[in-house]
């Protein structure tokens, strides 16, 4: 599939670069760029309800996490391939709507695979049926907030809640038997999760 | 799996296990294929946790820029907004006066601003009133002196359905136009397209209420009064 969107080899390096600090230019600038290209291309979608705004700024924010985490190799241009992962997007509404053939599917499968984004929405669905306290000290113990680690041991997590290690330890093991049950009866995880 | 199980779990990941029981415990996860899976599940579960919690944080952080970046926008061109927003309030305003004035009429039988056809006139020596546009509000004719008034003059009294005819003298050949105003706020209630020549004009069905008026031919330099009363 050939996509018409370029980006210069400096251009690209500089977008690396800047979303790698966290560059706030560097997401305006992408907007600056992209936006507009992008935004036709939902709009030439007849059968779907997205917004352009929204496929963009999921589309970024899906191309961000994986510069970051280097699943983003730099084959294709990065104008390409955000293009790609916004039209994946809208593709995969309209095959919602049961109008895609299946030869499109594939093509959709070849071009990005975004079953880790499907993994994550889900696990937020899941996450917001937790109440607040599970959620707190769920984030706590899965190191959500600290800088270099993704555990916190249970003596800490007592000491900020003002509490003992053992009941920490408790509270931590019921919320996350909670969040599994949750998992387990979502047919949609399950098949994700395998 | 029992509670001990889950308690060696997060042990292990805590680093808490030592010496037999780390042992003990990894060859277990090597063997116990229940234990195995709920590890496995564990860690999993984290991993999804926290990169739904990144992607959380990710989509916020890009959200809060394209707001910024769209309330930017309206800072940067503020001026320029206000100066459309002003332009637009200005040009609102001068329509609505200028409507306004071409409304004002008496009895508020619509426009009186008459803007007479040159045929009509000239056969029947009288106004037929019409609305007109606010346009042609800046289209008056200015002939200056050399014109004097002679009737109505000094308050001269008509009834309300009585015809008025104003007279005047002119040696000059040329169209000008008659106004007529309340003498109480100076507004403008006719404006009538006469030819000086002429020296009179007669207005047919005035539809003036009981008041005190002024009349003048276009912008000499002074005027007449005439008053209607109920008789």
Not at chain 2, 69 to 94: C, T
Request: one cysteine or more.
């Amino acid at each position: 599939m050939k996509l018409t969107v370029q980006t210069n080899k400096s251009d690209q390096d500089k977008i690396v670069e800047g979303i790698l600090k966290n560059d706030p230019q560097t997401i305006k600038f992408i907007y600056r760029e992209h936006f507009g290209k992008i935004s036709s291309m939902v709009n030439n979608f007849r059968y779907i309800s997205l917004e352009p705004q929204d496929v963009f700024q999921e589309g970024l924010t899906r191309a961000v996490i994986n510069i970051r985490n280097g699943t983003f190799k730099g084959d294709s241009s990065f104008s390409t391939y955000l293009y790609g992962i916004c039209r994946n997007l809208c593709l995969k509404e309209y095959n919602r709507s049961k109008l895609l053939t299946t030869n499109e599917i594939g093509d959709i499968k070849e071009e990005i695979e975004d079953d880790y984004f499907d993994s994550i929405q889900l696990m937020l669905k899941l996450k917001d049926k937790l109440d607040d306290s599970c959620k707190k000290i769920i984030n706590l113990r899965f190191g959500i907030g600290n800088d270099n680690s993704n555990i916190t041991r249970f003596e800490t997590i007592a000491a900020k809640l003002n509490i003992s290690a053992d009941n920490a330890r408790q509270r931590f093991g019921r919320c996350f038997a909670k969040l599994k049950k949750l998992v387990v009866d979502n047919p949609m995880f399950n098949q994700l999760m395998d | 799996m029992n509670d001990k199980d889950i308690k060696l779990i997060e042990d292990y990941i805590d680093g808490g296990l030592q010496g037999e029981e780390l042992l003990s415990f990894e060859k277990r996860l090597k063997t116990d294929k229940s234990l195995s899976k709920e590890y496995k599940q564990r860690i999993k579960y984290a991993e999804l946790w926290i990169d739904a919690a990144d992607y959380s944080k990710t989509k916020a952080g890009i959200t809060e820029i394209f707001h910024k970046n769209e309330v930017s926008f309206f800072q940067a061109n503020r001026y320029l907004i206000f100066s459309i927003a002003a332009s637009l309030i200005i040009l609102v305003g001068v329509y609505f006066l200028l409507v306004q004035d071409n409304n004002g009429n008496i009895n508020g039988v619509g426009n009186q601003f008459a803007d007479v056809q040159d045929s009509i006139r000239e056969k029947e020596k009288t106004i037929v009133f019409q609305y007109d546009e606010p346009v042609k509000l800046a289209v008056m004719d200015s002939v200056g002196s050399k014109i004097q008034l002679l009737f109505p003059i000094n308050g001269e009294a008509f009834s309300e359905s009585e015809p008025i005819t104003f007279k005047w003298k002119s040696d000059l050949n040329l169209n000008d136009t008659l106004f007529i105003c309340k003498e109480s706020d100076r507004k403008i209630l006719l404006r009538l397209r006469i030819n000086l020549a002429d020296t009179n004009y007669t207005i047919k069905y005035p539809q003036f209420t009981q008041g005190k008026y002024l009349w003048y031919i276009s912008d000499i330099a002074y005027y007449e009064k005439f008053s209607v009363i109920n008789r």
